[in-house]
């Protein structure tokens, strides 16, 4: 089972929602990722958790929270997004511990901010 | 930071046709994925590659991991409709071991095969 799901799909919210994408693994990897993806462009880095602790943040703005409560799930909290937010967001995950480094990415929820 | 050249950045060709891409780095990657994204989707991992000089195929797919460990390229044989999309190389800098792999993407080769 090589499956990431993300959920929401699809999620429209205004400037001054809270919500909160999720990310699912069950393969037993203990690295995970979020990254940022605009049309027709590489996913860009924003979040790495590394054995559940925060290890990289590539100076993402604080409007984007992420969390990780067990090695399964990773969360990104949003709050007082801008348009220029609106984008794919991608989970992916990789097992640090083989020293392999195949990211398997989720399917994305694709954020629009109006 | 690192970046990669990855080109071409776009291709249009005939079903039936042969496909090459490829990129390139200034510094030395330890690890060089390839990776396919259709329209909407999360990026779908094709190959992977470990040792300098490694060809590995997957179906109609063959890639390679350059010799001075800083290229790697992607052949696709006998191209098909369904090959449509993106794909994106990456990189990986640093070792294995407990590392949790930071990548490196490529820009993207969109391809497009006509009937």
């Known amino acids: 089972d090589t499956e990431v799901t993300q959920t929401p799909k699809h999620l429209v919210m205004g400037m001054t929602n809270k919500k909160s994408l999720k990310c699912e693994q069950h393969m037993g990897h203990r690295a995970m990722y979020w990254y940022k993806q605009k049309a027709k462009k590489p996913p860009e880095l924003m979040f790495v958790y590394s054995y559940e602790k925060l290890s990289i943040n590539e100076s993402v703005p604080s409007r984007f929270s992420p969390e990780c409560p067990n090695s399964s799930l990773l969360n990104l909290h949003l709050h007082a997004l801008q348009p220029e937010d609106s984008a794919l967001y991608l989970c992916a995950s990789s097992q640090p511990a083989t020293g392999r480094a195949e990211a398997f990415f989720g399917q994305g929820t694709r954020l629009t901010v109006v | 930071g690192q970046q990669l050249n990855q080109s071409p950045q776009s291709m249009f060709i005939q079903e039936g046709e042969d496909v090459s891409m490829n990129c390139t780095s200034s510094?030395?990657?330890?690890?060089w994925l390839w990776y396919k994204q259709d329209p909407g989707e999360g990026p779908v991992l094709l190959i992977a590659?470990?040792?300098?000089?490694e060809l590995t195929s997957n179906g109609r797919l063959t890639a390679q991991f350059g010799i001075t460990r800083k290229d790697s390229f992607l052949n696709i044989s006998a191209s098909i409709p369904s090959d449509v999309g993106i794909y994106f190389c990456?990189?990986?800098?640093?070792?294995?071991?407990?590392?949790?792999?930071?990548?490196?993407f490529g820009q993207g080769t969109i391809l497009t095969v006509h009937p």
């Open positions: 510094s030395i990657f330890n690890t």
């Open positions: 590659l470990y040792k300098a000089g």
């Open positions: 990456a990189g990986r800098a640093n070792a294995g071991g407990t590392s949790y792999g930071k990548l490196t």
